[in-house]
């Protein structure tokens, strides 16, 4: 047996459950397949509703502060696993190389990723992290980047990419956008343009822009873009047997559960309460 607790994946969910391993006394591996802690909260422009973190604190120094737990907790493992089985007494975790990894429970923290929006004819886009590719952005910034979407990441992404020098446009389909007024006013602010209900028909790559044909209340028109991003919603990451494994062996937390409900509070909130429940369940069938 490799530890007590396998937790997968070094978000706020994955660090907060190994937190909780730590103070219950109970061994723990943490992993991740960027070697690194912070998830998915290192790519966000300015965060909010953090606890214990001033609002507008910028996404990178937060992931700062996630990885200085890990450090004290023992550090991050890069690895990623594949697959997911239970055998008695333990979960067994392979990775993409073919190891394999054995613990009485597992902690699936493995966050969501852009869904890509169902538009004929879009060409590759923009890829997290967004806002800190540099060669992606310095090609960008001579163009236009059309963000698809109006959730609160397509705005804080805009600003991301406004702030790098980038012209933006968010193109979102309902009348007002669904990320909150502040966000957005704080966008149009910065020189984002919002087009408001307006629906990306198709896309068509014309050398090294993207030509979107647009359809704005009754009319169709079309825009030139240099680069697109999508931020039309996020996906659960999954892993192949993790919906297999018993309820006394494993929890799925945080973004990797598929609610709508995406923060890290919610994330760290879970990822505690998992590891409690799992090491709990442990020791009380030792005894
Ligand atoms: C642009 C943006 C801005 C945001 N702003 C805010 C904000 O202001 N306030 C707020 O509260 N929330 C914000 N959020 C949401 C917040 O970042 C997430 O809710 C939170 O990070 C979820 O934590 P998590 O641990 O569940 O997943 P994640 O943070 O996504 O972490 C998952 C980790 O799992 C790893 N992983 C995935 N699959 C595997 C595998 N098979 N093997 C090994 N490792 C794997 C990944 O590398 C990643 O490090 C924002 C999100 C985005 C994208």
């Known amino acids: 047996m490799n530890a007590d607790l396998l937790i997968i994946g070094a978000g706020p969910a994955g660090i907060a459950a190994a937190s909780e391993a730590a103070r219950s006394g109970a061994s723990f591996n943490l992993i991740d397949e960027t070697g690194r802690a912070g998830g998915a909260i290192g790519l966000a422009y ?117 702030s790098r020098g980038a012209a933006v446009a968010v193109l979102c389909r309902s009348r007002a956008p669904r990320a909150p007024r502040w966000l957005w006013q704080a966008a149009v602010r910065d020189g984002v343009e919002v087009l408001a209900h307006t629906v990306v028909v198709s896309a068509d790559a014309v050398g090294r822009e993207v030509d979107l044909e647009l359809r704005m209340a009754s009319t169709t028109v079309h825009r030139r873009f240099g680069r697109v991003l999508a931020a039309v919603g996020r996906a659960p990451r999954r892993i192949e047997g993790m919906e297999e494994l018993s309820m006394d062996r494993a929890r799925i937390v945080g973004d990797a559960v598929g609610r709508a409900a995406r923060h890290v509070a919610i994330a760290m909130g879970d990822g505690t309460l998992a590891a409690f429940e799992l090491l709990r369940g442990a020791r009380e069938t030792e005894r």
């Open 46 to 162: 300015e965060t909010r509703g953090i606890p214990f973190v001033a609002d507008r604190t910028p996404g990178a120094a937060v992931a700062r502060l996630l990885q200085a737990e890990a450090d004290r907790l023992g550090g991050v493992e890069r690895a990623t696993i594949h697959s997911l089985s239970e055998q008695p007494g333990c979960v067994v975790a392979r990775t993409d190389r073919g190891e394999e990894l054995r613990a009485r429970a597992v902690v699936v923290a493995t966050g969501a990723t852009p869904m890509i929006p169902p538009v004929p004819g879009l060409p590759p886009l923009l890829q997290p992290p967004w806002a800190g590719s540099a060669s992606d952005i310095e090609d960008a910034v001579a163009l236009q980047v059309a963000v698809i979407g109006g959730s609160d990441v397509a705005f804080d992404q805009a600003r991301a990419l406004r």
